[in-house]
């Protein structure tokens, strides 16, 4: 239905790009945030015609389509709010102390927005990673303006919500190029936005592949551009005995929801359970195994995700060593998607490195090892995660500090006794971890403090104060919080 920008078209939004930015830099921080406010009605008026776009294009349930939708609006307002506070600025101010030998000059640094941020659309969120998500809100916010490729699997979905903040540029009487929406199934789409010379960051939420295939293009630049690629993970959960003796059957359930919510199609999906060998963790298995039987096969968001899956879940399965948990008859196929719970021992765990791999769906692996020494074994074995989780009780958290020692270094958040599905939107989440979770541990993709990716630092030494942005003015207008020396 949608057509891939040709190469001109390509070059012509970046260039359009650029000149709106020239001019959207320079506006204040309360038009930004009104701006981003207003796209967050727009797409609330979009009522269920939206929603019913979005259901045929991806096969997601109408309530999780609703939710998704009040989430992204959500991010849209707190992002705005954020944006107004400035505490994203990092402001502060070094007086200048002329007596000092050798006097010490007045310097003032803030943050400056980088330029046009190409963001690619989410294929698992068609809301809130997509179109007005949350790196597309980001950008706004830090006073960039947007490029943004529809994922090609809810195209028209991505075309309606571009047309709401087409609408609130209109609105806010900004320029329309602020925002410019194109499509793109072919690579060489994606490999044009981001090699373009107008480009100056790129968002990214997708496959390993895909996040690695951008940041490479990006560093081929004459000038090479950061890339905050949110790639996957197998979001390891640790679970000992104490607590699974008390909680075996809270615990399985919590976690057979987890690992098949949305058909298992979230990043932080748990995909590696380790536990230590004994009767407790072999009724937690038995629990586990019996909850993710009872629920039913779902469909995924296209055919190339089903297809992915029914192919990586069938290597792990011939694996050596690996058992299946769960009924053997539920294999996963094309047109269905079942959930699998596979065992095998850390030994065998530990020399197969595909058993380290994402299986996106709803599949778990869960590790047996012999002790706690292996199960350090285990969590050294493991590449950067978005978030790990510890299943324990207080006592056992106390007595296995070196294993939290070596998660703290693998991942962006650590969960006790929860969850990681469900990623709060608010200031100190973080949702970004080690490579190759994401191409930059430093920021995170969502929460407020995801405006500071598209944004740098910049020093201004002895200015006139009337030549000042607000946020450095010694008056302070815009009554910020700012460190002072």
Known sequence: MFKDATLLEVEDAMHRSCNAFKLFKKTSLATRAALMRTIAKELEALGDHVIELAMRETHLPEGRLKNERARTMHQLVSYAN??????????????ASPDRVPPRPDIRKTMTPLGPVVVFGSSNFPF???????????ALAAGCTVVLKAHPAHPETSECVAQAIAKALEIHRLPKDVFIHLHGASFSVGEALVKNQHTKAVGFTGSYSGGMALFNWAQQRKEPIPVFAEMGSVNPVYLFNEKLSADAVTVAQQYADSITLGVGQFCTNPGILIG??????????????????????????????????????????????????TDPGRKPSAKSCSALLLSVTASSFLENSILHEEVFGPCSLLVICNDASEMKRVAESLEGQLTSSVIATEGEL??????????????????????????????????????????????TSVGPDGIRR??????????????LPDELKSANPLGINRTLE
């Not at 954020?82 to 007086?95: T, Y």
């Not at 809130?128 to 980001?138: I, K, W």
């Not at 070596?406 to 962006?412: E, H, P, S, V």
């Open 128 to 138: 809130a990673y997509s179109t007005a998500g949350g790196d597309t809100a980001c």
């Open 398 to 443: 106390k007595q296995h500090q070196e294993l939290l020692s070596i998660i703290q270094c693998k991942c962006g958040r650590i969960i006790f006794n929860g969850v990681p599905t469900g990623v709060e939107v608010c200031q100190a989440m973080q949702h970004g971890g080690p490579f190759p979770a994401t191409t930059d541990s430093r920021f």
């Open 276 to 325: 230590i060998d004994s009767p407790a963790l072999h009724r937690f298995i038995e629990e586990l195994a019996s909850r993710m039987n009872a629920i039913p096969e779902g469909k995924m968001l296209h055919d190339g995700i089903a297809k992915a899956y029914e192919q990586r879940s069938s290597r792990a399965m011939t694996q050596k060593g690996v058992k299946v948990m």
């Open 454 to 467: 598209f944004a740098r630092p910049i020093s201004y030494q002895n200015f006139p104060d009337e030549l």
């Open 82 to 95: 954020a944006c107004e506070r400035g505490d994203w600025l990092n402001v502060s101010m070094c007086s």
